[in-house]
């Protein structure tokens, strides 16, 4: 595992957990010290989308971290009640705004497990395609947005660049650079463009003739990062799993869990690929495994375009989708945790119920838990962490 | 013409003329200094930068200037009014003063003090009052944290500044910056950065730590405490407190040269351009300002408990040591 | 501390490759990018061959096609048939999901180049097709149907969830 040498060189430098500096509210009541209650957000210039987080301040030490959620909230759940099947897809593009397919994808296989569909191979190719270069486009900004929080605003833009060269190959796959709407009920809305596996082949090489030196080279190394990332936002594994966390943040623990694995869907049991994990539980043990993962994804990229059969990509789901009385399940791996749908059909064209169990709410019941105790300048990195999405936790 | 010249006899007058220049150059400075600085950014970040007004965007300081003058001076409503505007004039005009002793060629400075050296190092600790007072005066939870957070940070880094200097001194034996540059001779190899190698890191160190520039930038720390003292300000008041920062870059810049890389001297002595060898005196200082800049774009902010212990247990332990190596050395040669 | 230092030195090292590498920007207004083929802009239709289905209106998610749609006999062979007198596409609403554009019947609804919308009043962007303005502010009044009641009635059925052994062992 990639953090065993580091854990056992810095075992004896471990500094004291961050509760220790916390002073005891009697102490406070003795010696009368006071603390600053401070609103950080929602418009803060940092904070990951539109959070507030309430927070009582010690000097600069943080004694109480509430997250205010809601400031985004455009009750998808109940907008998707009152569409037809298929006209829900745009609108699960606006959860995750970083995770666009595997939204959609999650969405899909939801109502396919209440349709009994069967999908194309080609097209079960290209939806896996698509979410491992959705992957990249969001785990390579992640760790820029961790860099900008830490006061370096150089890697945000080399991963945006990247970030944009590959919205540039999904325009041209599905026309629209964000909200894509491609994966449909079925199979996906159209075939790849005739030129498209090469340029998907031209950018992955040369995003690995840079990976090293852009993400890791100008990141890894830094002294200042790594004092920044280093047993801050320490979490133990049981922990994690107590609090529902998943994704990067989860098998940063040390906790292999991964739904692409462990509830296999689509593709994936035919794919080659390991599960990165980590065992310090810090910020720098998720952006190890950040990167690590954009690694895995460019293998699974190649892979998917040497196999990639030919044929249909899209099944027979009849004119209008109307599934039976019944409720049907999805859950896909987003690059933030698990993604999953739950839907509840009730013989209409329209959903009686649509859930989203979103990786960007679960996860931020971390703050609340391992915030206190940091100094105010160690939220960011543990941000950074959580990487929670605001069009993801508000819905 | 000839009387003009005459006037910058009377002591008196070619004080205040050059005052005026000075003065004059320092706000100028802070224009084109942040022209630089988002000329390198956007080309480090695969940019190019502000590029649309004038020939290759260099009237933007301009543009920018007139946008600032024009825009409204607000001040929060239940701020300490007095205190907040005095903190911009009270964080600019040190920066300005220590340009006073700072000598660009032989005969070209201000006030050729003996004592310039103390004068620089009682100049600069001003600088950590218009912090606090901009702190304070704003009342705003995230400016006074940033204004405790600046003072801690100016007054620690003092320390390491102060010895730094210290080994200098004592090789040259005098306090004026005049005589330090004439001591250190017009060969790369003489300059003091050579033989008091540390102390010219923990100069670099402190002096970046002193004028709050990244990794160093915790007083501002726009990802968590948005600008830190400066959040409240607007208009000229914050184009002023931008003046004070680029004023005091450049400052240090110029002094870390004067002291340690051999001010106006030229590299090898037949590059020496006489009457123009202020021009070395600008390459160098031009040059420590862009790694300023260029360490500003490579990395990320340290935390106060950080701060405190680079500066308190690693330059000042530092510091001391070499002292004594200096003191050893001069002793047995 | 045996290398303090290196790896600040290696990421300014990245720094000064980039600071004298290509760059990327393009100049917008200048330099327009080429479009791709599948790519979505604003929708516009060709009035000529909409035969007023109505199927774009009902199934636009945002509700931002309004139709107002009378029997008319246009080609004058004596049969009236529908006919969209009234045709407004709100850019304001419109999220260019490119499903109205799927259900068209007759391929007369279609994504455009453009996308480049701007106004200074939102019902400037509402986009009048048809002889006839439309409001654009008036919900068009989607066909769904409404809901049956499902509750009470039949409790939806449960699907039991796939048990790995992995949830066994933990």
């Given at each position: 595992m990639l953090g065993e040498e580091r854990r056992a060189e810095h075992e004896g430098a471990l500094t004291e957990p961050p509760s220790s500096r916390l002073v005891s509210p009697d102490i406070r009541d003795e010696f009368g010290l006071e603390t600053i209650d401070m609103s950080m957000g929602p418009q803060h210039p940092a904070m990951h989308g539109l959070l507030r987080l309430i927070l009582e301040l010690d000097g600069e030490t943080v004694v109480r971290c509430d997250p205010v959620m809601g400031?985004?909230?455009?009750c998808q759940e109940k907008i998707a009640e009152n569409r037809m099947y298929p006209a829900v897809i745009p609108l699960t593009d606006r959860l995750d705004y970083f995770a666009n397919m595997h939204n959609e994808h999650g969405y899909c296989l939801a109502v396919e497990d209440l349709l009994d569909v069967e999908i194309p191979p080609r097209a079960e190719y290209i939806r896996v395609l698509m979410c491992e270069l959705m992957r990249l486009a969001s785990h390579i900004p992640s760790i820029g947005f961790l860099m900008l929080e830490l006061g370096a605003f150089t890697p945000i833009l080399y991963a945006f660049r990247e970030r944009e060269r590959i919205q540039s190959i999904f325009e041209a796959v599905t026309g629209a650079r964000m909200m894509f709407h491609y994966i449909r009920i079925g199979g996906v809305k159209a075939d790849l463009p005739p030129d498209i596996p090469q340029k998907i082949w031209d950018y992955i090489e040369s995003l690995e003739a840079h990976f090293q030196r852009d993400f890791v080279d100008l990141i890894q190394g830094n002294e200042i990062f790594i004092s920044r990332t280093r047993n801050v936002g320490k979490m133990t594994q049981e922990q994690a799993v107590e609090m529902g966390v998943t994704g990067p943040a989860l098998r940063c623990t040390g906790v292999d869990f991964d739904i692409r694995l462990d509830y296999p869907y689509s593709v994936y049991p035919e794919l080659q690929f390991e599960v990165i994990t980590d065992t310090a539980g810090d910020v720098e043990a998720s952006y190890r495994v950040r990167i690590a993962e954009c690694l895995q994804s460019i293998s699974i990229i190649k892979q998917c375009l040497e196999q990639m059969p030919e044929g249909e990509v899209m099944g027979d789901t009849g004119r209008r989708i109307r599934p039976d009385e019944g409720e049907g399940f999805g859950r896909v791996e987003s690059p933030r945790g698990e993604y999953a749908v739950h839907v509840v059909s009730d013989g209409s064209d329209t959903p009686y119920r649509v859930h989203y169990r979103d990786p960007s709410f679960c996860n931020m019941q971390l703050l609340q838990e391992i915030v206190p105790g940091h100094y105010l300048p160690d939220i960011m990195p543990i941000m950074g962490l959580v990487d929670p999405v605001s069009g993801g936790w508000d819905k | 013409m000839q009387t003009f010249l005459n006037l910058l006899e009377v002591e008196p007058i070619r004080l205040l003329i050059s005052f005026g220049a000075v003065l004059f150059l320092v706000l100028n400075l802070a224009a084109v200094l942040t022209m630089a600085e988002r000329k390198v950014s956007g080309y480090i970040h695969l940019r190019y930068g502000p590029n649309r007004v004038g020939p290759r965007g260099l009237l933007q300081p301009a543009a920018d200037v007139f946008k600032l003058f024009t825009k409204e001076n607000v001040s929060p409503g239940r701020s300490d009014l007095w205190v907040f505007l005095g903190a911009p004039i009270a964080m600019f005009i040190p920066a300005a003063l220590v340009w006073l002793v700072v000598p660009f060629a032989p005969d070209a400075v201000v006030a050729d003090l003996n004592v310039a050296i103390l004068f620089f190092v009682a100049i600069t600790s001003i600088g950590a009052l218009g912090v606090v007072m901009a702190g304070y005066g704003s009342r705003s939870a995230f400016s006074l944290l940033g204004a405790l957070r600046g003072a801690a940070q100016m007054i620690s880094y003092e320390v390491p500044l102060i010895l730094s200097l210290l080994g200098v001194v004592m090789l040259t034996g005098s306090l004026s910056l005049v005589d330090v540059v004439q001591a250190q001779g017009d060969t790369i190899w003489t300059w003091y950065f050579l033989p008091q190698l540390p102390m010219f890191i923990t100069f670099y160190i402190a002096g970046l730590a002193e004028v709050k520039r990244v990794p160093f930038d915790l007083p501002e720390g726009e990802s968590e405490i948005v600008g830190g003292f400066m959040v409240e300000y607007s208009g000229m008041t914050w184009a002023l407190i931008q003046a004070a920062e680029f004023a005091s870059m450049a400052v240090i810049s110029a002094v870390t040269v004067t002291l340690f890389?051999?001010?106006?001297?030229?590299?090898?002595?037949?590059l020496d351009l006489g009457p123009f060898n202020w021009v070395w005196f600008g390459i160098k200082t031009a040059l420590i300002m862009f790694t300023f800049q260029w360490i500003r774009w490579s990395v990320p902010r340290l935390r106060m408990d950080q701060l405190m212990d680079l500066g308190w247990k690693v330059l000042v332990p530092v510091t001391l040591i070499w002292l004594f190596v200096t003191a050893g050395a001069m002793l047995v040669f | 501390m045996p290398q303090v230092g290196q790896g600040i030195l290696k990421g300014m090292g990245v720094t000064l490759q980039h600071l004298f590498g290509q760059k990327i920007t393009r100049q917008y207004p200048e330099y327009k990018r080429e479009l791709p083929e599948r790519s979505r802009g604003m929708l516009t239709v060709d009035m000529d061959r909409c035969i007023a289905c109505l199927q774009c209106m009902r199934i636009c998610p945002d509700h931002c096609i309004s139709i107002e749609s009378t029997k008319r006999d246009a080609d004058g062979s004596g049969k009236p048939k529908p006919f969209a007198v009234g045709f407004v596409i709100d850019d304001s609403r419109c999220?260019?999901?490119s499903l109205c554009v799927e259900v068209c019947p007759v391929n007369c609804i279609y994504h455009t180049e453009e996308f480049e919308a701007q106004a200074y009043d939102r019902l400037e962007l509402a986009r009048q097709f048809g002889e006839l303005p439309v409001d654009?502010?008036?919900?068009?009044?989607?066909?769904?149907?409404?809901?049956?009641?499902p509750t009470g009635k039949k409790a939806p059925r449960t699907v039991e969830q796939p048990v790995s052994e992995k949830d066994d062992a933990a």
């Open positions: 400031y985004l909230h455009r | 890389v051999g001010g106006w001297q030229p590299p090898l002595p037949f | 999220m260019y999901c654009p502010t008036v919900d068009p009044k989607p066909t769904v149907k409404k809901k049956k009641k």
